[in-house]
């Protein structure tokens, strides 16, 4: 009760505005809208995080990938994942200029 009158209070005062109670194709199109929003957004975290765990494992894609979410980056955590360590093979999957860097330099 008090929540209530709490809310007719700010919005008597033009705090709060006016809600829209969705119904019909509206309704699916927010549900739609709203349950897509959220992970794109959160697109940054994910990688931020994926980044932080490799690097705890000692594994430094950042090193020699510039996106760890891109082609290759998705690649050699996919062959980390299925158990591969050798760092020549992790190579394998990435494209031939990703692998030049990495190749040793003759002096």
Do not use: F
Not at 26 to 51: D, F
């Amino acid at each position: 009760m008090k929540d209530s009158r709490w809310i007719q209070k700010l919005y008597a005062a033009g705090i709060l505005r006016e809600s829209i109670v969705a119904e019909g194709l509206l309704k699916e199109l927010w549900m739609l809208l709203g349950g897509r929003g959220a992970p794109i957004e959160m697109g940054g975290t994910y990688v931020n995080r994926m980044q932080k765990y490799l690097g705890q494992m000692n594994i430094k894609p950042g090193n020699v990938i510039s996106q760890i979410e891109g082609e290759s980056g998705l690649k050699v955590i996919r062959a980390i994942l299925s158990g591969e360590r050798d760092a020549d093979k992790l190579l394998l999957p990435c494209h031939a200029s990703i692998r030049k860097k990495e190749s040793p330099r003759e002096e």
